[in-house]
C-alpha cells in the first residue's frame, strides 16, 4: 500500500483526530485515576467480574431450558450454576475475590515466564534472547507478586487496569496525530 491510498482511505478520518484525541486524553486520565487510587480500581474490577459472571451464569442456565434434548445440556446446566455462584460468592466479597484473582495471576506470569524461557531456549528462533528476557522479566513479576501476597491483592490487579488504561490512552493519541498529519499532508496546496 502506497501513501497515496493511505491518504485516499483515511478521508473518513480527517475530521475526527480531533475526537481519537480527546479519547485518549480521557484513557490517559482515567488511567491516572486509577494509578493513584489501585485499591478502589482492584475492588471495582473485581465486582464487575463477579457480576459478569453472575449475569453469564444465569443466561447460560436460561440457555439451557431452551435446547431441551441438547447431548451437553447437563453440563451446560452446571457450568451455569457454577458461574452464578461463584459470581455471587465475588460480588458478596469482593475482598477474598481479589485475593484468589491475584494468585491466580502471580501463577499465570510464573508459569507463563518460565514456559516462555523454556520454549525460547528449547526453539532458538531469531533474536531468541529477547524471548528469554521478557519471559524471566514475566516470571520475577509471578514471583514479586506471590511474595507480596496478600498485600498485593490490594493493588496489582487496579495497577494492572491503570497501565492497560494508559497505554490505550497515549495509543489513541498518537494515531490521533498521525490522522491529523495524514490530514495536513491530503491537503491541496
Known amino acids: ?83 452464578t455462584v461463584v459470581g455471587a460468592l465475588v460480588v458478596a466479597h469482593p475482598d477474598a475475590g481479589a485475593l484468589g484473582l491475584t494468585l491466580l495471576l502471580a501463577t499465570l506470569f510464573l508459569a507463563g515466564g518460565l514456559f516462555r524461557v523454556g520454549a525460547a531456549v528449547v526453539l532458538r528462533l531469531p533474536n531468541w534472547g529477547w524471548a528469554v528476557a521478557g519471559g524471566i522479566v514475566t516470571a520475577l513479576l509471578g514471583v514479586a507478586i506471590w511474595i ?10 487496579g495497577m494492572f487496569v491503570a497501565i492497560e488504561l494508559m497505554f ?17 499532508a491530503a491537503r491541496p496546496l
Open 168 to 184: 490505550r490512552g497515549w495509543a489513541w493519541v498518537m494515531f490521533a496525530g498521525a490522522a491529523r498529519e495524514i490530514s495536513k
Open 1 to 83: 500500500m502506497n501513501t497515496q491510498t493511505l491518504v485516499d482511505e483515511s478521508g473518513e478520518l480527517r475530521p475526527k483526530w480531533g475526537w481519537f484525541l480527546a479519547l485518549g486524553i480521557a484513557l490517559l486520565l482515567l488511567g491516572a485515576v486509577a494509578m493513584i487510587v489501585p485499591w478502589l480500581t482492584t475492588l471495582t474490577s473485581v465486582l464487575v467480574f463477579g457480576w459478569l459472571l453472575v449475569f453469564g451464569g444465569v443466561l447460560e442456565v436460561i440457555a439451557v431450558f431452551w435446547a431441551r434434548g441438547w447431548p451437553s445440556i447437563v453440563l451446560h446446566l452446571l457450568g451455569g450454576i457454577l458461574s
Open 148 to 157: 507480596m501476597w496478600p498485600f498485593s491483592a490490594l493493588w496489582v490487579i
